[in-house]
């Protein structure tokens, strides 16, 4: 089970663009690389997914390098709104990992 | 509202109780899963089925902690003689199986909060 290291907590202001970077040296080759986000008293809810290069949605890019040992999260112009924590998750549909396992995630604050 | 739904959302219990937590998840989704969290804690797995097979359980999952999925549809989480540690939110989530490599997108309910007193 590829394991994931990713700050404990970032600050941020409004309109700026935030960049989350999880490392997950261990990384499978059928692993990919999913991100929640979750808010207080709410449920994690699914935001991307990638396996390599770039990933874009309306919500965030997911920047996947070559050698797939970490990945960025980009959120763009980030509002009061985006303070959450954020989970970075790696595995496979068949692997262990597909019980969806979560680490302690990224506390993101983001200031008027 | 991700289409998950848990019932009841707060609970307070006194310990020695037995209490059950029902989640309903999205009708055509296979999978489903029981996460435990804390504050300031990720949440933790608890257990998986896929349909009504359940498939794996966490070392988290005591004796005192049963779960069911009669059908594969709903699911009960039991948990008996509460203690205080047991206190924390009981999150739900459902998925179909993923697609080729692709872990599936999970889709939480927004948990049941179990306070043992």
């Known amino acids: 089970l590829a394991k994931t290291t990713q700050p404990i907590s970032m600050d941020s202001y409004e309109g700026q663009e935030v960049n989350i970077t999880c490392s997950h040296n261990?990384?499978?080759?059928?692993?990919?690389i999913t991100w929640y986000q979750q808010f207080p008293s709410q449920g994690p809810r699914f935001i991307i997914q990638g396996y390599k290069t770039k990933v874009t949605n309306e919500v965030a890019s997911l920047f996947i390098p070559a050698d797939r040992k970490s990945s960025t999260l980009s959120l763009p112009r980030v509002s009061l709104s985006d303070t959450a924590v954020y989970y970075c998750?790696?595995?496979?549909?068949?692997?262990?990992?597909?019980?969806?396992?979560f680490g302690s995630g990224t506390r993101l604050s983001i200031r008027p | 509202d991700t289409g998950v739904s848990q019932d009841p959302r707060h609970k307070i219990t006194k310990r020695g109780q037995n209490v059950t937590f029902r989640c309903d998840p999205i009708?055509?989704?296979?999978?489903l899963y029981w996460y435990r969290q804390t504050l300031g804690q990720g949440p933790e797995f608890l257990t998986y089925?896929?349909?009504?097979?359940?498939?794996?359980k966490s070392r988290l999952l005591s004796d005192r902690f049963s779960a069911e999925r009669p059908k594969g549809s709903f699911s009960t989480l039991e948990i008996q003689r509460t203690e205080q540690g047991d206190s924390a939110m009981y999150l739900c989530a459902s998925s179909l199986d993923g697609v080729v490599d692709r872990p599936p997108e999970a889709f939480f309910g927004q948990g049941t909060r179990l306070t043992v007193v």
């Open positions: 998750l790696v595995g496979a549909r068949y692997s262990s990992a597909s019980k969806i396992i």
């Open positions: 261990n990384i499978a080759t059928n692993d990919y």
């Open positions: 089925f896929q349909n009504e097979a359940q498939l794996e």
């Open positions: 009708s055509e989704h296979n999978r």
